[in-house]
């Protein structure tokens, strides 16, 4: 049931005006959010699993080819850790460096998983952070 009732949007899609404010950008994400963050490759992706507190819900990282078949078993993967932790809706986080990314983001997207892009800096920031 849970994969048929998943809505996918963007931050273009749910834009007022050209541009959302930082707190708009917040108040998107709720507590029933599972939270995934890419680290995209050319031939292989690797997805981890958080809640919104920044609580790892995945095991370990997650490996998946960059094809429909990668894609439906991440989705999978996804999908039963949601039904674990009781969460109803599932945003997928990447970095859109080169172009691997736009084939995992338009599957995700018509297969009702939002996606927001994240900004490099600010990854590399977050991990000089946590070093």
């Known amino acids: 049931m849970l994969r048929e009732s998943l809505t996918a949007s ?50 370990s990282v997650f490996p998946f080819n960059n094809d429909s078949e990668g894609f439906q078993n991440v989705r999978e993967w996804a999908v039963k850790i949601v ?14 460096t080169g172009y691997y990314w736009f084939c995992l983001a338009t599957w995700m997207i018509s297969n009702g998983i939002s996606v927001v892009q994240v900004n490099p800096y600010a990854v590399k920031q977050t991990k000089e952070d946590e070093g």
């Open 83 to 96: 039904a674990e932790h009781n969460k109803s809706q599932i945003m997928l986080g990447l970095e859109p």
């Open 10 to 59: 963007t931050w273009r899609e749910l834009e007022n005006k050209g541009k959302f404010d930082k707190n708009e950008k917040l108040s998107f994400i709720s507590g029933d959010m599972l939270i995934l963050g890419c680290d995209v490759g050319s031939e292989t992706h690797y997805m981890r699993a958080i809640d919104t507190l920044g609580r790892e819900l995945s095991k």
